[in-house]
């Protein structure tokens, strides 16, 4: 029997209206949306690392101060978003420790190692072009707190994904060494950039029922596609060449062809065996222990402060 909340939920959908933390959702709704994101905070936190190995070694005062920047946005980007999981019921400590535990994913990109000064460039201009392809939709994400968590980091995205274009640019236009340099980045981080959408709609058992909550506004497949689109003139206008003997445009279709991702690979990654899985979990268990005493006298202080008010 439908009750009164069941039947005011489906309205809210069906007029593209937003589910607010108080309102009655089904438990899987729930489930969903903490699931989602918990695992997009996490990839915003662990994605902190790869690029936060390179601001001591940013080759300009200027590059570290926009790097410095662009990692202190992932920061809090995460936060907006644990926060957006604890309006659901979540609590933020037992959300880390399933991660710490890899009982909780989060994003297979951050698990590729970045090796020199380029790979920064092309993370921002793939890893966060492919964030805003992605992120975008989410803005019109049926759950309240995270489609307005969404407006504001998709304007920092933009940001990220403009000034790694920038960075590719000028490398461009620098030596053959390091074009060359750009070009071995964009070999490596090409792929893992389109396993970021998920895998094949056939393959995704998320996302049928995401659709129909309107948590997700498109499939994994639809966003790829558009990345797809959006990256080819772009790598055209940089010069790079994009690592697919497949990737061309089909008139018929008004889009380009390209070759599907190593979904096997992808797999591996997910199950904690990509080139750089131990050593994010082991920076993240090790940053959570130096934290504790933090949380430990915030909350001895808060307890202090309600104490005292309570008197
Ligand atoms: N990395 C890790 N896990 C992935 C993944 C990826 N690239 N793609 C899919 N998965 C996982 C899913 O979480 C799911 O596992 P689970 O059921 O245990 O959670 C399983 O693989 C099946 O995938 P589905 O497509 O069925 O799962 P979803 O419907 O959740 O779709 C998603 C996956 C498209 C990533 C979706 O969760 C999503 O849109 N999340 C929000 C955006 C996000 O998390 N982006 C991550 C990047 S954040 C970032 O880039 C930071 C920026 O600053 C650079």
Excluded at 71 to 89: F, W
Excluded at 148 to 162: P, T
Aim: charged share 25%; proline share 5%.
């Amino acid at each position: 029997m439908t009750g009164d909340g069941e039947r005011a939920f489906t309205q809210t959908l069906e007029r593209d209206q937003r589910v607010e933390p108080r309102d009655w959702m089904p438990d899987g709704y729930r489930r969903t949306m903490i699931r989602q994101i918990a695992q997009h905070a996490h990839s915003e936190i662990i994605g902190m690392q790869p690029e936060g190995e390179w601001i001591t070694r940013a080759p300009t005062l200027r590059r570290k101060a926009i790097l410095l920047a662009k990692v202190q946005d992932e920061a809090g980007h995460g936060l907006y978003l644990y926060s957006a999981a604890e309006t659901l019921g979540a609590d933020r400590g037992d959300l880390t420790r399933r991660l710490i535990e890899g009982r909780q994913k989060y994003s297979s990109i951050f698990n590729y190692p970045t090796l020199t000064f380029a790979d920064v460039g092309v993370i921002g201009w793939l890893v966060d072009g492919a964030a805003i392809c992605n992120q975008v939709p989410l803005c019109r994400s049926s759950f309240g707190p995270y489609a307005r968590a969404m407006i504001r980091i998709c304007k920092e995205e933009s940001f990220h994904q403009r000034q790694g274009y920038e960075l590719l640019m000028t490398m461009m236009t620098g030596t053959p060494a390091q074009r060359e340099t750009v070009q071995d980045a964009v070999n490596r981080w090409w792929w893992p950039s389109l396993m970021m959408f998920g895998p094949p709609d056939a393959d995704s058992p998320n996302t049928a029922q995401s659709m129909a909550w309107k948590i997700k506004r498109h499939t994994n497949d639809e966003l790829r596609q558009r990345f797809v689109d959006m990256t080819v003139p772009q790598a055209q206008a940089l010069g790079v060449t994009l690592p697919d003997g497949e990737l061309a445009w089909n008139a018929e279709r008004g889009h380009y062809d390209f070759g599907a991702p190593d979904w096997a690979e992808f797999k591996r990654v997910l199950a904690g065996d990509g080139p750089m899985n131990a050593r994010r979990i082991a920076h993240r268990r090790r940053a959570d222990a130096d934290g504790a005493w933090v949380r430990e006298a915030a909350a001895a202080h808060a307890a202090k402060q309600s104490r005292a008010a309570g008197q």
